[in-house]
């Protein structure tokens, strides 16, 4: 129990952050982070060696966001495969530059309400392959692995996942932009 | 090279460590088009600031308690 603890002291926080971008609300993404460790737990005598603990912990921990999900959208079937064949952003379509310094337009605590108002609005397919390979540093074949996809899948979400994002903040970061984007921040 | 292949190779300029004739020739597309090299930099600028602005911090009192409900409920398993 001592060693497992360690574990999850090391990665708690990794795995509440992802639990969180995929749930969108904290209370959920609590009971996630509970769930997948003790499921984890439970299951540690089938962990394999071959890949690493926090691959597989953050494997159990998307299915369990991902089924968080579906319970509160009253059954509905949630899974990383949702949307994805849309074709938004797989072509950019706004080409303006941004401004020098994009973050000098805005405070701190405003910056992180466009950020998180921002990457909210990409289906969870696109959001969890960003977080995973972007934010979290997983390499591409760990995302993969996490995530039951292959690597051209994982590879062809992150580029339509990272156009996505770089166009919806083309209007908050355009160059020239002196004040607020015109619709404001919630 | 065209504007959508550039795109499709876009991982391998975000990568520093990738080097070879695939990064000269999408160098060299760089060199003559403004909206990839555009599209490029503001991708990675994209990258950076998701990186630098944790969005869902864990206050130390929330890691606390979420830290010793984790433990509870292992050691209440029948494991």
């Not at chain 1, 494997?59 to 509905?76: C, D, F, H, W, Y």
Request: proline share 3%.
């Amino acid at each position: 129990m001592a060693a497992f603890e360690k574990l999850v002291r090391q990665y708690e926080r990794q795995v509440f952050r992802i639990a969180q971008h995929i749930v969108q609300n904290r209370e959920d993404a609590e009971d996630v982070v509970q769930d997948a460790f003790l499921k984890a737990y439970e299951k540690l005598d089938q962990f394999q060696g071959n890949s690493k603990f926090y691959t597989w912990l953050v494997r159990i921990a998307v299915n369990e966001a991902l089924m968080r999900l579906r319970k509160r959208r009253t059954g509905r079937m949630v899974s990383i495969d949702e949307d994805v064949e849309t074709e938004e952003g797989s072509m950019p379509r706004d080409l303006a530059d941004w401004s020098p310094d994009p973050e000098a337009l805005y405070g701190r605590s405003e910056m992180a309400d466009i950020l998180r108002k921002t990457i909210q609005g990409l289906p969870p397919g696109f959001r969890v392959v960003f977080v995973l390979r972007d934010v979290e540093g997983l390499s591409t074949e760990e995302t993969a692995e996490s995530l039951g996809l292959s690597v051209p899948a994982v590879k062809s979400r992150l580029l339509r996942a990272r156009l996505q994002l770089r166009e919806r903040l083309t209007r908050y970061f355009r160059k020239g932009t002196r004040g607020k984007a015109q619709d404001g921040v919630k | 090279m065209t504007c959508t292949e550039f795109l499709q190779q876009l991982d391998e300029m975000l990568d520093p460590a990738i080097a070879g004739p695939l990064r000269a020739e999408l160098q060299q597309h760089l060199r003559c088009c403004e909206h990839c090299e555009i599209t490029l930099n503001t991708t990675r600028k994209t990258i950076e600031i998701y990186r630098k602005h944790e969005l869902y911090e864990l206050p130390d009192d929330l890691q606390e308690r979420l830290h010793e409900a984790i433990l509870a409920r292992c050691r209440g398993c029948a494991k």
